[in-house]
């Protein structure tokens, strides 16, 4: 059985990616009396654009090439991967926020729109096709609907291309051809084009092997130089026109992504098997703590309201969030297990916890 080697730094950006989305979300729970976090710093962008590349890049690592016959399998495999967690996050999401919120007392944010055509709509994982018109994507789910919207895409992209001009130039198309239809039909959620060429760019440098050239290290200071530079005015985004806005988040989410690439690739070169198995730990949760990090830690949350803000800072700090942890792993575990059945000829690895095998998968950002 053909086994594919592991990119270890891609399992240190997915741990970057996951915890930073954490961080953007943490003060939606009142996390502030012991760590001042604050919005200003975008975590959530840099985050979500690590998964997007991560996601471009695998993808055309592991599909460069692919038959309008094959169509069909490639959307079922990926879709398998994805849907059976996403449908229970959403379960979660509605049991949790709808009607345990009730009881706990806790009531931070509105989560859905109440009105079955909104259900039907996230069910389908339509919410950022449809936005803004028809839904109001539901909060850090909304992604799914992103990232199934981008694979939907591929296929367009890959199938009959002959060089990467071919592949860029149909991104171009694809992109005005929706940029017309948000303006014309009010739908396609602007954050389609946020990381849309993050995720262009991913296939790109897969294509190009970027990250094996020997020159890589050289463009290191360039992109430290590029991220300060446009984090500086990170603050006026939404002041700025549109092609502006997505030019500097562009940027500095590119940038952000060679530091921590390389940031990765060094510290793995010194670290011990521990560490890396940490790495593998997180990244292998890390598609189960996106989607399930919310409903957790608004439990601990609402169950801790009644001790002192310090007190409750401590329990979501400390107690929440390595539960999300572990029981995301847990439950990716399974999910692989459930799924492979000793069939998948995918990317493996010794999973550090169990000695058992475990395939990555295809959820976003381990395509």
């Not at 053909?2 to 979300?25: C, G, P, T």
């Not at 839904?135 to 909304?142: C, N």
């Not at 940029?179 to 084009?193: K, L, P, S, T």
């Not at 995720?199 to 440098?205: K, N, R």
Request: glycine share 4%.
């Amino acid at each position: 059985m053909h086994i594919k080697e592991r990119l270890l730094e891609f399992d240190f950006m997915r741990s970057v990616a996951i915890v930073l989305v954490l961080l953007q979300h943490l003060p939606d729970y009142g996390i502030g009396s012991l760590v001042p976090i604050r919005d200003h710093f975008h975590f959530a962008h840099l985050g979500l654009g690590l998964f997007i590349f991560i996601s471009g890049y695998l993808l055309y690592n592991n599909n460069p090439y692919i038959r309008l016959s094959s169509v069909f399998t490639f959307y079922r495999k990926r879709l398998i991967r994805i849907y059976p967690l996403y449908l229970t996050a959403l379960i979660s999401f509605f049991l949790i926020f709808e009607i345990v919120s009730v009881y706990l007392g806790f009531d931070f944010v509105s989560v859905f729109n109440r009105n079955l055509i909104s259900y039907i709509i996230h069910v389908f994982s339509a919410q950022v096709l449809l936005a803004p018109r028809y839904v109001d994507p539901l909060l850090t789910l909304w992604y799914i609907g992103l990232i199934v919207l981008y694979y939907l895409l591929y296929p367009v992209l890959i199938i009959g291309s002959r060089s990467l001009n071919d592949i860029f130039l149909r991104s171009i198309v694809i992109f005005l051809l929706f940029g017309g239809i948000h303006v014309f039909f009010q739908i396609i959620d602007e954050r389609f084009f946020y990381y849309y060429f993050i995720f262009i760019t991913g296939i790109i440098l897969s294509h190009k092997k970027t990250f094996s050239h020997a020159n890589f290290n050289r463009s290191i200071p360039v992109m430290l130089l590029l991220y300060i530079s446009t984090f500086l005015v990170y603050d006026y985004l939404n002041e700025l026109h549109m092609f502006t806005k997505l030019f500097i988040l562009y940027i500095t989410i590119m940038s952000f992504i060679f530091l921590i690439f390389y940031t990765g690739r060094s510290l793995l070169r010194i670290s011990s098997g521990r560490l890396q198995n940490i790495f593998l730990a997180i990244s292998t949760s890390s598609y189960c703590v996106y989607l399930f990090h919310r409903p957790i830690i608004s439990l601990f949350y609402g169950a801790s309201l009644a001790l002192d803000p310090i007190l409750s800072d401590l329990v979501i700090l400390f107690v929440s969030i390595p539960a999300t942890f572990i029981i995301g792993y847990y439950i990716q575990v399974a999910e692989y297990r459930l799924h492979n059945k000793n069939s998948y000829s995918g990317i493996r690895y010794k999973d550090p916890c169990t000695s058992v095998k475990v395939c990555s998968g295809d959820e976003p950002g381990k395509s």
